[in-house]
């Protein structure tokens, strides 16, 4: 085995800043958001799946129809918007580089050991905080380790880490609404009626990655659920004319099928496998995921016992690690991992903002 200094970096696409400037005024949408949006969820068109476009403070731009619109075309607007998240925690429980794939397509369990030489394992699960520092760099609090790995002198083909599906964003987002004569405060939630203004904040509440409704069982908290239907009780999200520090806190997304899943929790078919599949990043392969129960080695049969995931790497280029490899490098990919989400308004066709949620970060791993 080799002792090899392990770091954490990071790679971070900054969307493209254009001039604009700040209003907050209050208005009406000419009609609700499905109709109004011309970028479907699905679209993966180049004018539809780049982030929304934002002026030069970074601020999102409320287009002529009251809409986001999209960075990489004017003429379409968006119901949900991509950006690099300000603090994005995670909890991580393994990884490993391998000599044989630790995806599995079929099988009850997963065997991610056999073939793998792990350079991280906490049953526990350790809890790592990603900070966007602003400037395109971010920084990683506490350390993964506190001490260098062992890695075989070998060629590795794919890669792993198993983490927590509970993903966990602190995020602000402020608006810039010069562009639309219909221009408006952003409407969110509150503790007991709507709340508005021009900076919107994640709250500690919980939702999940299809915005299914109900309360989750104990494996999961025994939360009540957001679905973000546009009515202040429902939003993950509260607005403001400046941040409030005392109700800003991490919101809570859990991913809880790879499938279709609709109405209540617990009730839709858990699809725990998400096949080999190109990322948007360059994290030089391809992804794949199983979700997994608190063993963290049987596949989740249902949402309740689905409480982890394994995150696996086909590397297009195996990585070979020689006597002269110093450094094993682990880079998380924040680009785009924070999704705010909005909606119409519950008995009008006012612009609502829903939530911020928490979307999988994406692994790179190199070493040198």
Same mark, same amino acid.
């Given at each position: ?24 005024? #209050?208005?009406?949408? /000419?009609?609700? *958001?499905?109709? @109004?949006?011309?970028?479907? =969820?699905?679209?993966? &068109? !180049? ?72 350079? #991280?394992?906490?049953? /526990?699960?350790? *809890?790592?905080? @990603?900070?966007?520092?602003? =400037?395109?760099?971010? &920084? !990683? ?87 973000? =239907? ?139």
């Amino acid at each position: 085995m080799n002792k090899i200094i392990l770091t954490i970096t990071f790679f971070l696409s900054l969307c493209i800043s254009i001039p604009g400037f700040q209003s907050i005024s #209050f208005a009406v949408l /000419s009609d609700t *958001v499905d109709e @109004l949006k011309t970028c479907d =969820d699905d679209d993966d &068109t !180049a004018a539809c799946n780049g982030v929304c476009q934002t002026n030069a403070s970074g601020h999102i731009v409320i287009g002529t129809n009251g809409l986001p619109v999209d960075a990489d075309s004017t003429s379409n607007y968006r119901d949900s918007c991509n950006m690099i998240p300000d603090f994005y925690r995670v909890t991580l429980y393994s990884g490993g580089l391998c000599t044989a794939d630790p995806y599995s397509a079929s099988g009850a369990t997963v065997d991610y050991t056999t073939n793998c030489d792990l350079f #991280f394992s906490d049953a /526990s699960g350790k *809890v790592i905080t @990603l900070t966007h520092n602003g =400037d395109g760099t971010a &920084t !990683a609090s506490p350390s993964l380790t506190d001490a260098g790995v062992n890695l075989g002198i070998k060629t590795y083909t794919h890669a792993y880490m198993i983490m927590s599906n509970h993903l966990q964003i602190k995020h602000s987002t402020t608006f810039d609404f010069s562009g639309t004569s219909t221009a408006a405060k952003m409407q969110g939630g509150g503790a007991s009626a709507e709340s508005e203004g021009v900076v919107c904040w994640t709250t500690d509440s919980t939702s999940t990655f299809s915005n299914l409704d109900g309360t989750t069982g104990a494996n999961h908290g025994s939360v009540a659920l957001r679905v973000g =239907d546009g009515t202040f009780g429902e939003a993950s999200t509260q607005c403001g004319d400046t941040l409030n520090a005392s109700t800003h806190a991490y919101a809570t997304e859990i991913i809880e099928s790879f499938g279709d899943a609709n109405g209540d929790w617990n009730v839709s078919t858990v699809v725990p496998r998400m096949a080999y599949q190109a990322s948007n990043l360059d994290i030089g392969g391809t992804k794949a995921a199983i979700l997994l129960q608190s063993d963290l080695e049987t596949v989740a049969t249902t949402m309740e016992n689905g409480v982890a995931m394994l995150y696996a790497v086909n590397l297009t280029t195996p990585l070979a690690i020689t006597e002269d490899t110093t450094t094993f490098n682990i880079g998380f990919g924040l680009s785009g991992s924070v999704s705010v989400d909005f909606t119409t308004k519950n008995g009008s066709n006012e612009l609502y903002i829903t939530k911020h949620g928490a979307d999988p970060v994406d692994i790179k791993f190199t070493a040198e």
